[in-house]
């Protein structure tokens, strides 16, 4: 079965909420205001909604590793900061997805999964209240 496009009143009664949505991701600062390649270190700077400023080197990576300079210093901002664009070599990088990538990968699980659980959904409550009704989660015993 195939999938209808949406009307023009679900898109519009959907505004809101993402609205909301790139408000809190710009104060949590998962955007970009500004970002600009620094040839002397070979990074990426951003400066980012919340006031933070946050550099990567180019050699962490791939796509970028081993473009010149002139390529790399070509660097634009998607739309509301979302991500960076380099048009001339064909790469763009999101905002959150470079933050992460500035961690080891098992403080990067940990970090998803800390998210995942504040996660709120019909689903999530209906498996509470059922484990809840069992008697809660077993108590640790001593080893």
């Known amino acids: 079965m195939a999938k209808r496009d949406p009307t023009d009143v679900e898109i519009l009664s959907q505004i809101?909420?993402?609205?909301?949505?790139?408000?809190?991701?710009?104060?949590?600062?998962?955007?970009?205001?500004?970002?600009?390649?620094?040839?002397?270190?070979?990074?990426?700077?951003?400066?980012?909604?919340?006031?933070?400023?946050?550099?990567?080197?180019?050699?962490?990576?791939?796509?970028?590793?081993?473009?010149?300079?002139?390529?790399?210093?070509?660097?634009?901002l998607l739309p509301g900061g979302s991500g960076l664009r380099w048009d001339a070599i064909d790469v763009d990088l999101s905002v959150p997805g470079l933050l992460l990538t500035a961690m080891a990968p098992a403080q990067r699980i940990q970090e998803l999964a800390r998210a995942a659980g504040k996660v709120k959904s019909p689903a999530k409550a209906n498996a509470a209240r059922t484990n809840g009704a069992k008697g809660g989660r077993p108590r640790k015993t001593a080893a």
């Open 16 to 76: 809101p909420a993402a609205r909301a949505r790139d408000a809190a991701e710009r104060k949590a600062g998962l955007r970009a205001l500004s970002a600009r390649y620094d040839r002397a270190t070979r990074r990426v700077v951003l400066e980012l909604t919340n006031g933070f400023l946050f550099a990567f080197p180019t050699r962490m990576i791939p796509a970028l590793a081993h473009r010149s300079a002139t390529h790399l210093a070509d660097i634009s």
